[in-house]
Every structure is written in C-alpha cells, then in structure tokens.
C-alpha cells in the first residue's frame, strides 16, 4: 500500500448516526478515490476528487458526501448511516497525466452499521 | 451499456497448473485495462495495465494477459500457479472513470 493509510479500520455505528472515514496519502498525489466493496459487485465508485476542493460524484453517491481541503486527506461522509451502507470501504490514489487510471489502494476500512 | 464481466465466480486449479482467468468489457473505444489482486484482509494490488502497444503485457509476480481487441478481451494468465497465488482477482476497465469487474476467487489445490 503505496503510502496510504485509512482510519478507522474497523467501525461498527448505529443506524441514523454520522460516520466519517478518512483517507490519508503521502504520495503527493492529484486524484483520490472512495469505493465501496460488496460480494458480488466488486468495488464500485462512489466519488473522487481531481484537486484540492473539487470533487465529483461517482456511480454509487447518494447517501454519501466528500471533502478534500489538503491534497493529502480526503474524507468521507455518510450523513445518516443505513444498515445498507455496511461493506469495506477502499480509498485509492493515483497521478495526474498518462498515469490518472492506475490507481493504488489503502488497506480498507470495514464498516458494520447497525 | 458500460460493463465489465469476469464470466467465473469462482475457479479451483491445482498447484502447478495453469492459470486463465477471464474478462470481457462493452465500451465504445479502447479502454485502458487492468488486473488487481486483492488477498484476504487487504486492499488491492495491482498487477499489470494495458495502455496501448503490444497486446501482451507482463505483470508481477509471473503474471501476464492478452489485451483481444476483436474479443473485447483482457484474460489473465500464469504457467504456473503456487499456492500463495490464491486470492481475488479483479478486472478492471477505465475511460472516463474506472469500472471493476465482479472478481474471481481462485483457490489453489495442494
């Protein structure tokens, strides 16, 4: 894991309350990622951001927000967390340029909502 | 529609054997490709991508995989596969954003 790090690594909330996840990178990288993980579905988006305070929605936002105020942390926000929000969480990075697809994981955080 | 299909849940090969693992995409232009490993417990490892050029690329650990543009075709393979190649592996597909595929759990036999 290419100097990525998530916290927390496990997390077990009540439905109804507000969870942040955070993702931290020491790789100076541009873009970061959230996904989510479930059985069946691989990982799939659910936003990113190409620079500090831009982001942009992936395939899976709703119930979920984001912010990236450092080009090294990016958060994510579930307002109200549902029992349909527990999966694993992965961030990941990558560059600007040619190299803006491959990206790199964090070790994930797994999510358990009540 | 955009999608990427990896056709087998999972596969069980015996240690020493080879190793194909399939993936199929639908997009309208070329997509950049890649494969990911994902062992238990941990995020994931990519292992090799295909941006343009010669159609077979080598990867880590001994991995390599035919980009077949007339098959819409990214298949994974190895010669030989040793028990600590067991894992999940993922195919995935970017043009705008990237797309996973669903993985396949491969399962080494002694």
């Known amino acids: 894991d290419a100097g990525i790090t998530q916290s927390p690594r496990h997390k077990v909330t009540e439905t109804g309350t507000p969870v942040t996840l955070r993702c931290h990178q020491t790789?100076?990288?541009?873009?970061m990622y959230w996904y989510r993980q479930d059985p069946g579905h691989g990982l799939r988006l659910i936003h990113y951001s190409y620079g500090v305070k831009d982001t942009d929605k992936g395939e899976v936002s709703d119930g979920y927000s984001v912010s990236r105020s450092k080009t090294e942390d990016f958060l994510l926000t579930l307002e109200s967390a549902t029992s349909s929000q527990t999966s694993v969480y992965f961030c990941?990075?990558?560059?600007?340029?040619?190299?803006?697809?491959?990206?790199?994981f964090g070790p994930g955080t797994r999510l358990t909502v009540t | 529609a955009q999608s990427v299909t990896q056709p087998d849940i999972h596969i069980t090969v015996s240690e020493g054997a080879s190793l194909e693992l399939r993936c199929n995409y639908s997009y309208g232009a070329t997509p950049y490709l890649f494969w990911y490993v994902q062992s238990p417990g941990q995020g994931l490892q990519l292992l090799l991508k295909y941006f343009s050029g010669d159609t077979l690329v080598q990867g880590i650990k001994g991995f390599e995989a035919e980009f077949k543009r007339s098959q819409s075709s990214f298949n994974l393979r190895k010669p030989s596969v040793h028990w600590s190649d067991a894992a999940e592996y993922f195919c995935a597909v970017a043009v705008s954003k990237m797309r996973f595929g669903a993985g396949t759990r491969l399962t080494v036999k002694p």
């Open positions: 990941a990075i990558s560059e600007s340029g040619g190299s803006r697809y491959e990206q790199y």
């Open positions: 790789e100076n990288h541009r873009y």
